[in-house]
């Protein structure tokens, strides 16, 4: 059985920075294109940032481009993102989660707080 878990949100000011950590158990984190997503109050759940199986190709929304860097650990079944420049509007719950969703793999996530 595949768990993912998340890790390092928390509460940081306006222009300061978070690592995020996906750490994957089971079989199989290698042979998926993974997501960060997150999901803010009230909002849908919307992914923010993607990589291939190898890592070399990310992808990202919009909203995130050129602050949030995603990347991967193959060897260690861990995935990272890291988020600079926050702002209040980065402020959700992030989960780590293979592109393909019908997995539902979906662990509890990490809260992001952006707030002065």
């Known amino acids: 059985q595949v768990q993912l878990v998340e890790s390092g949100g928390g509460l940081v000011q306006p222009g300061g920075s978070l690592r995020l950590s996906c750490a994957a158990s089971g079989n199989g984190f290698s042979g998926w294109s993974m997501g960060w997503y997150r999901q803010a109050p009230g909002k849908q759940r919307e992914l923010v940032a993607s990589?291939?199986?190898?890592?070399?190709?990310?992808n990202y929304a919009d909203s995130v481009k050129g602050r949030f860097t995603i990347s991967r650990n193959n060897a260690n079944n861990t995935m990272y993102l890291n988020m600079a420049s926050l702002q209040p509007d980065d402020t959700a719950v992030y989960y780590c989660h293979p592109l393909r969703v019908s997995l539902n793999y979906w662990g509890q996530g990490t809260q992001v707080t952006v707030s002065s």
């Open positions: 990589v291939t199986t190898s890592g070399e190709i990310t």
